[in-house]
């Protein structure tokens, strides 16, 4: 049988690929000869995937509990790795000359579909919340949180590190502290010591750190500083100020950046708010979140004033952080 001539050229490149990693296109062609067809559940590692629940008690909403956990850490995965687009977006090309399609520059439009994306997954989230929030029975929940102690969701570095990788490091910086390093060339390590996240574990009798904050900071404290070193130059404000100057008024691009800004920063917490009144809440008694941290000063982002991008925002704009969002979906719905 006669091979066609676009088979013969595909043929060649693969040669040329090969040769150029000094490899052998005939030994590959034996590898796809003897390999097995591909299936879905072996490509997605199906099976693996669903042994991946290993509830600590018998309470069957446990297992909701740690899919959606897992699931959100997965959506926090695609974020990073648009981020990492981003933030190292250039020139990606194969041994034979064949560019991927990135470019020298990072170009406006790939950097507003990026963002998009980000956003995409964050609304996903936010959307689906009422799994957790109205799926699982509350006393079910009050009961089986107690042996996950002293765990807590506050531990999810993902999420760290999508709030390092969006923005200066500054902004993250405890509000109140954050004066202190107005005008100053401060390091990332001092600026870490005052990272908004350690009020969020606190002990509420004491102000000490929790047993959650000391295992987070000791596994990931020092990762969580060589990100912010790394990404100073090419976090996403970074990256926008980079931009041409016609670029930067791209509206696009600009709503993107404060539709992420909103995203992570009001509607995610803020859901997790929202779930903490209803399961942790009882009349005028609070109960410690899992891992003992202060839901009741760390979730609500008018408390926190956490703003990636503040510069795209007006006064009003950040004096009200939140604010409405708190009025129409927490407490009309918890009234």
């Given at each position: 049988?006669?091979l066609k001539?676009?088979?013969v050229e595909?043929?060649?490149?693969?040669?040329?690929?090969?040769?150029?990693?000094g490899?052998?296109?005939?030994?590959?062609?034996?590898g796809?000869l003897?390999?097995?067809?591909?299936?879905?559940?072996d490509y997605?590692q199906?099976?693996?995937?669903l042994?991946?629940?290993?509830p600590k008690?018998?309470f069957?909403d446990?297992?909701?509990f740690?899919m959606?956990?897992q699931i959100t850490?997965?959506?926090?995965k695609l974020?990073?790795?648009?981020m990492?687009q981003?933030g190292n977006n250039?020139p990606?090309i194969?041994p034979?000359?064949?560019n991927?399609?990135?470019?020298d520059s990072?170009?406006v439009d790939?950097?507003?579909?990026?963002i998009?994306?980000?956003?995409?997954?964050?609304e996903?989230?936010?959307k689906s919340?009422?799994?957790?929030?109205?799926?699982m029975e509350?006393?079910?929940f009050?009961?089986?949180?107690?042996?996950?102690?002293?765990a807590?969701?506050?531990?999810?570095?993902?999420?760290?590190?999508?709030?390092?990788?969006a923005t200066d490091?500054?902004?993250?910086v405890?509000?109140d502290v954050?004066p202190?390093?107005?005008?100053?060339?401060?390091s990332i390590?001092?600026?870490?010591?005052?990272i908004?996240w350690?009020?969020?574990?606190?002990?509420?009798s004491?102000?000490?750190?929790?047993?959650?904050l000391?295992?987070?900071?000791k596994?990931y404290a020092?990762e969580?500083?060589?990100?912010?070193?790394?990404y100073q130059t090419?976090?996403m404000?970074?990256k926008?100020?980079?931009?041409?100057e016609k670029?930067?008024?791209?509206?696009?691009?600009?709503?993107?950046l404060?539709?992420l800004?909103?995203n992570?920063?009001?509607n995610w917490?803020?859901?997790?708010?929202?779930?903490?009144v209803?399961?942790?809440?009882?009349?005028t008694e609070d109960i410690?979140a899992?891992g003992?941290?202060n839901?009741?000063?760390y979730?609500?982002?008018?408390?926190?004033?956490?703003?990636?991008?503040?510069?795209i925002w007006t006064a009003?704009?950040?004096?009200e952080?939140g604010?409405?969002?708190?009025?129409?979906?927490?407490?009309k719905s918890?009234?």
């Amino acid at each position: 049988m006669e091979l066609k001539p676009e088979i013969v050229e595909r043929v060649n490149q693969l040669e040329e690929k090969y040769s150029l990693m000094g490899q052998s296109l005939e030994g590959y062609l034996d590898g796809l000869l003897l390999s097995n067809y591909l299936t879905y559940w072996d490509y997605v590692q199906l099976d693996t995937l669903l042994t991946l629940q290993n509830p600590k008690t018998d309470f069957p909403d446990e297992e909701i509990f740690i899919m959606y956990h897992q699931i959100t850490e997965l959506y926090f995965k695609l974020s990073l790795h648009e981020m990492n687009q981003i933030g190292n977006n250039g020139p990606n090309i194969l041994p034979n000359g064949h560019n991927l399609g990135w470019k020298d520059s990072l170009s406006v439009d790939f950097f507003a579909e990026r963002i998009t994306r980000i956003n995409r997954y964050f609304e996903s989230l936010t959307k689906s919340f009422e799994i957790m929030v109205d799926g699982m029975e509350k006393e079910q929940f009050l009961r089986y949180r107690m042996a996950l102690l002293p765990a807590s969701g506050f531990q999810s570095a993902q999420y760290r590190k999508i709030e390092i990788c969006a923005t200066d490091f500054f902004n993250l910086v405890d509000k109140d502290v954050r004066p202190t390093f107005e005008g100053k060339n401060a390091s990332i390590e001092e600026m870490f010591q005052n990272i908004y996240w350690n009020k969020g574990a606190t002990e509420l009798s004491t102000g000490k750190k929790t047993l959650t904050l000391n295992q987070f900071e000791k596994k990931y404290a020092k990762e969580f500083i060589a990100l912010a070193n790394e990404y100073q130059t090419k976090n996403m404000w970074a990256k926008y100020k980079a931009l041409p100057e016609k670029d930067k008024q791209n509206q696009k691009l600009i709503n993107a950046l404060k539709v992420l800004d909103i995203n992570v920063n009001i509607n995610w917490p803020l859901m997790h708010y929202k779930s903490a009144v209803r399961y942790l809440q009882q009349n005028t008694e609070d109960i410690a979140a899992t891992g003992g941290t202060n839901w009741q000063k760390y979730l609500p982002p008018r408390f926190q004033k956490r703003i990636f991008y503040p510069e795209i925002w007006t006064a009003q704009e950040k004096e009200e952080w939140g604010k409405g969002w708190v009025e129409t979906n927490v407490f009309k719905s918890n009234s």
